[in-house]
């Protein structure tokens, strides 16, 4: 089994462990530093995505690219994915047992990365990751595991609500502090 990102890539873009593979364009392994301090880890890929096969390049991409560059930071030294690689139909909330099937490459990549911080966007990534489903209770409060977790909200829920873009700026924030500075 080879666990370096290229290869975990490759093995991602041939994946048939769940349906989604038959209804996909283009599986979205994710990108970024093989070297990130930050793993930023979103939901699943939608249109321009699948079309693509980069992560959050549509709306909620930009959003999240503009609020990455107000913490100074860039797309290209943290990485970025998503908890399922292959688009869900219509956009429709990843099934647990699709969530389950695909963990595995996830987790992989983690392993190869070796990440500082783990930032969950949103209640998919923050129950997949760690079983918390409410962004808003543990939003701002790092989690000490085997490695700093912080949930936050999707870019995606931003757009949706523009109240909340304060809250995302600020944990991304933090998450660049707890990453970048020695303690
Ligand atoms: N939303 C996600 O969660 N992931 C993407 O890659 C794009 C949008």
């Not at 797309?75 to 994915?81: C, L, P």
Request: proline letters at 6%.
């Amino acid at each position: 089994m080879h666990n370096n990102i290229e290869a975990i890539a490759r093995e991602i873009r041939l994946c048939t462990r769940c349906r989604l593979s038959r209804s996909r364009r283009q599986a979205v392994p994710g990108e970024g530093s093989t070297r990130a301090r930050i793993i930023l880890i979103g939901e699943a890929p939608g249109r321009e995505e699948d079309a693509t096969g980069k992560p959050f390049v549509g709306r909620a991409g930009k959003l999240l690219t503009q609020v990455l560059n107000n913490a100074s930071l860039t797309r290209e030294e943290v990485f970025i994915t998503s908890v399922i690689k292959c688009r869900p139909p219509e956009n429709r909330r990843p099934r647990k047992r699709e969530i389950r099937a695909c963990l595995p490459y996830l987790r992989r990549q983690l392993a190869a990365i070796n990440p500082r911080v783990v930032v969950l966007l949103g209640g998919v990534a923050g129950e997949a990751m760690l079983g918390i489903k409410k962004v808003g209770d543990v939003r701002g409060k790092p989690i000490e595991r085997e490695r700093i977790y912080m949930v936050t909200y999707h870019p995606a829920a931003v757009l949706r609500n523009i109240n909340l873009l304060p809250y995302l700026s600020e944990d991304i924030r933090l998450a660049k502090e707890l990453a970048y500075n020695e303690t």
